[in-house]
């Protein structure tokens, strides 16, 4: 897609507190195109709301933003003192021009903007400090990203147990839950009215968002060990690691000679330190992905694997 043939507009938002005592105004860049993180969604503005009252909280925390796209809560965050990273997937180079593209016209320069594909290991991912707040609006979007967005909010938050993702999503199918999923990777969340945080309105930080869309508000966190059910036998742990991999992977899995992401069972028996198991990871993507497509091997696949097998790992042997 050739950029400067599409039409690039700017857009103000201006949050202020019931009283208008204290206001925020950020401009947010959108280029009219088709790609979903070029421009401002419903949702995304609900939680700038959110974050805009939540400010004094925010102050010096470290926060995330997933999915960024324009980035306006990420945006809103920094304005409110936090030190934040925006991110949007490694495979959408012009979305993470946007976002840089946004802390450029709001005077952010230090803010870094990196590329994390949700559900995929990566040197970007590991490289993260523990953080407090995760952002991410509208990124329950596609059925089919459900899981990979929170197998990547599982390992961020084992990082920090006090870690909160905060997220607001758009009720577009009754039959879409994500409560499995919440379960099966020792995640709880809770719901956040929005008349809590003033955003039960139809018009938001003085533009025409939300508009008519439900959007709903909710803030996932860890479950504490009392709250997470446990495989005691390691028979059991291995036979339930190799169904829930095989039902959940979306490619064959290959079985070589020797364990891969399939196989996690053999590592339980033994005292590891799970970081240089992510660190040799790396490794091995930086070394061998030249070679991937001459050996006919999926190695971004196998790390994949590897990060929702780590993430049990750790959380069987707490």
């Known amino acids: 897609m050739n950029e400067s043939s599409h039409t690039l507009i700017e857009k103000s938002f201006t949050f202020q507190d019931c009283e208008a005592s204290q206001s925020l105004t950020v401009s947010i860049p959108e280029v009219l195109d088709s790609q979903y993180g070029m421009y401002v ?8 709301q959110y974050v805009w009252m939540a400010r004094e909280e925010l102050q010096n925390k470290t926060v995330l933003e997933l999915g960024a796209g324009v980035s306006l809560p990420g945006v809103v965050a920094a304005k409110c003192g936090a030190h934040v990273v925006l991110s949007d997937s490694a495979e ?9 593209r946004s802390c450029d016209v709001n005077n952010l320069p230090r803010v870094p903007v990196i590329g994390l594909t949700w559900g995929r290991v990566s040197p970007e991912l590991l490289s ?12 329950f979007y596609e059925p089919e990203d459900f899981e990979d967005v929170l197998v990547t909010i599982s390992f ?13 999503y758009q009720e577009r199918s009754a039959d879409w839950s ?4 919440l379960h099966k990777w020792d995640l709880k969340c809770i719901n956040v009215p929005l008349e809590t945080f003033e955003a039960n309105k139809n018009h938001l930080a003085g533009s025409t968002l939300p508009g008519n869309h439900t959007v709903q508000m909710m803030i996932i966190t860890r479950k504490a060990p009392t709250e997470v059910t446990r495989l005691q036998s390691p028979t059991d742990l291995r036979e339930h690691k190799t ?3 095989l039902s959940t992977t979306k490619t064959p899995i290959c079985f070589k000679a020797t364990p891969t992401g399939a196989d996690f069972g053999w590592l339980l028996d033994l005292d590891l330190d799970l970081d240089p198991l992510f660190d040799a990871g790396v490794r091995l993507l930086e070394r061998d992905l030249d070679l991937d497509r001459e050996r006919d091997l999926d190695l971004e696949g196998d790390l994949d694997f590897l990060l929702r097998g780590v993430c049990d790992l750790e959380r069987e042997r707490e």
Do not use: E, M
């Open 128 to 139: 993260l400090t523990p953080l407090d707040i995760i952002l991410g609006s509208d990124v």
């Open 243 to 245: 169904a829930t991999y």
């Open 178 to 181: 994500i409560d499995a999923l």
């Open 156 to 168: 961020l938050v084992r990082r920090n147990p006090h870690a909160q993702f905060w997220t607001t």
């Open 41 to 48: 969604w419903p949702c995304a503005v609900v939680l700038s």
């Open 92 to 100: 959408l180079p012009l979305c993470l021009r946007n976002c840089r």
